[in-house]
């Protein structure tokens, strides 16, 4: 069974760069596909971005100019980039695996609370 | 961009009863790519159905999906205590992906 684990600061000081990166265990980083997805405090859900192994990304328009997503195969790792970040940005991020149908949720991680 | 709707914002119920709650596209959802997550308080979203109308791995089959097109059906035949949650639906038939508002099934 797939399991992810997000880590990273909780704390950003607005105008800096949230960086977060997700462990990827119980299968091969390369065989899936992966995502982060936030969520504001008592609000819904929102796509940022998805990468592939082969290098490939997606990004909500809305974020496109200040995300930036990567793949380390060799530890098994995605991360994410937000830069510029304001206090609009405080959320709860999720990063999320994707089997067969690249834009389908398979699989969560618990989430981490950045605040901006 | 594809906007869901989901309706009602919160439906009220009591365990054992049915809930059928609604997501509406605002352009056809292609190849039925549409999916539907539960998410518990302090939990992260969980698949429920994807493909419209497939359940996903665990899933019990007290959970249905259905619909094309630009509607969609999550039906819940009985409600268990566990089922009360936030329901959400979620597009990903175009390359930008989203997801409806959600839907509060709360304890009546």
């Known amino acids: 069974q797939v399991q992810l684990q997000e880590s990273g600061p909780g704390l950003v000081k607005p105008s800096e760069t949230l960086s977060l990166t997700c462990t990827v265990s119980?299968?091969?980083?390369?065989?899936?596909?992966w995502s982060w997805i936030r969520q504001p405090a008592g609000k819904g859900l929102e796509w940022i971005g998805s990468?592939?192994?082969?290098?490939?990304?997606n990004y909500n328009p809305s974020l496109k100019s200040r995300v930036t997503m990567s793949v380390d195969t060799s530890k098994n790792q995605f991360s994410l980039k937000l830069s510029s970040v304001t206090a609009a940005d405080t959320a709860v991020f999720y990063c999320v695996g994707s089997g067969s149908d690249m834009g389908r949720f398979d699989y969560w991680g618990q989430g981490t609370l950045v605040t901006v | 961009e594809i906007v869901l709707t989901q309706s009602p914002g919160t439906l009220s119920l009591s365990p054992g009863e049915r809930a059928t709650l609604s997501c509406r596209a605002s352009q056809s959802v292609t190849s039925t790519y549409l999916a539907w997550y539960q998410q518990k308080p302090g939990q992260a979203p969980r698949l429920l159905i994807y493909g419209a109308s497939s359940r996903a791995t665990g899933i019990p089959d007290r959970f249905s999906g259905s619909g094309s097109g630009t509607d969609f059906t999550l039906t819940i035949s009985r409600l268990e205590p566990e089922d009360f949650a936030v329901y959400f639906c979620?597009?990903?038939?175009?390359?930008?992906?989203?997801f409806g508002g959600g839907t509060k099934v709360e304890i009546k």
């Open positions: 990468i592939y192994t082969s290098g490939g990304t």
């Open positions: 119980g299968g091969s980083i390369s065989s899936y596909y």
């Open positions: 979620q597009q990903y038939g175009s390359s930008l992906l989203t």
